[in-house]
């Protein structure tokens, strides 16, 4: 009796034991973490550190007036595809300007000769002209303008008043990036084409020099094709351009459409008689070879039979 007593007690014992321990943890985290050496302020190297002491807040410096500021030019900054740094280029926003116009004048040619003294008056030109006559003896024509292009809109406030404007359309590309990317790459193939030349001038042997010289020849080759394409978008954005339709009214007038239903008739009678030919150009052959079919049926077969008949 006495073992079962001292059982029982150690059995309570454990589970008192085990409850205490299930109530003592929530406290435990009530109180925070235990390992004070993960906290910030103290020392992660050794056991029972001490908290270090604390820093010093950065002082937030104070704005500088704005009139005291220096003052920086507006640079647009670009990467050159075939270059090996950075290109600060100050470069003025480039539009190419373009408009088309059409109008309806009276006189084809006085209008015509209006708008060429005024796009000269301006500081333009006349880039192309292309006049016709239709079939009711009126004149139409396309002509192109080029203008500075500060003067784009004053040439186009004009023009607009040499007849009744029946359309009208303005454009502008924006040419910019393209522009700082071509002047980027140019910069840089200029710089690789003089390194290559002072490589060249240190090269020992003939094989060395060929090489060089046909590396060179490729960076010019690539200068080139950029600086015409520069000096085109220079002369595009220098110089807007403007096209004018000029045209005189055609006469209004009412028909009853005899004219046009004798031309159908006579078009179809062509295409009939056509049909005929064709016709008779695909049926030809058969009737020959029909022809001599009855021609060796009544001719030659009955000579034959007689001939039969006489022996």
């Not at 004070?36 to 001490?50: K, R, V, W």
């Amino acid at each position: 009796m006495e073992r079962y007593t001292k059982i029982a007690a150690v059995v309570v014992l454990c589970v008192l034991a085990a409850s205490a321990g299930f109530f003592a943890s929530p406290l435990s985290n009530l109180k925070g973490p235990s390992d004070y050496s993960q906290q910030d302020g103290y020392p992660t190297l050794g056991g029972g550190g001490f908290p270090l002491p604390p820093t010093p807040p950065t002082p937030i410096p104070t704005p500088a007036p704005e009139a005291a500021m220096p003052r920086y030019a507006e640079k647009t900054v670009s990467v050159g595809t075939s270059g090996s740094q950075y290109v600060d280029t100050d470069t003025e926003r480039k539009i190419i300007q373009k408009a088309s116009l059409s109008i309806e004048v009276e006189d084809f040619q006085s209008s015509s000769d209006t708008l060429t003294e005024i796009v000269e008056r301006l500081g333009g030109f006349v880039s192309d002209s292309y006049s016709y006559v239709t079939d009711t003896g009126h004149k139409r024509g396309e002509i192109t303008l080029r203008v500075p292009s500060d003067r784009f809109l004053s040439l186009i406030g004009e023009i607009e008043q040499i007849g009744t404007v029946k359309s009208k359309h303005v454009s502008g590309e924006d040419v910019t990036e393209e522009y700082i990317d071509l002047t980027a790459r140019l910069n840089n193939s200029e710089r690789q084409e003089k390194r290559l030349l002072e490589i060249l001038d240190m090269a020992n042997n003939t094989k060395e020099v060929l090489e060089v010289e046909r590396e060179i020849w490729r960076v010019r080759g690539e200068i080139e094709r950029l600086t015409g394409r520069i000096n085109y978008l220079d002369n595009r954005v220098e110089l807007a351009t403007i096209s004018v339709s000029l045209y005189e009214p055609e006469p209004i007038t009412h028909s009853w459409g005899i004219r046009d239903t004798f031309r159908d008739a006579f078009e179809a009678f062509v295409s009939v008689i056509r049909g005929l030919i064709i016709l008779v150009g695909y049926a030809l052959p058969l009737l020959i070879l029909v022809g001599l079919g009855w021609l060796v049926k009544s001719r030659l077969m009955p000579g034959l039979r007689r001939k039969r008949e006489g022996k």
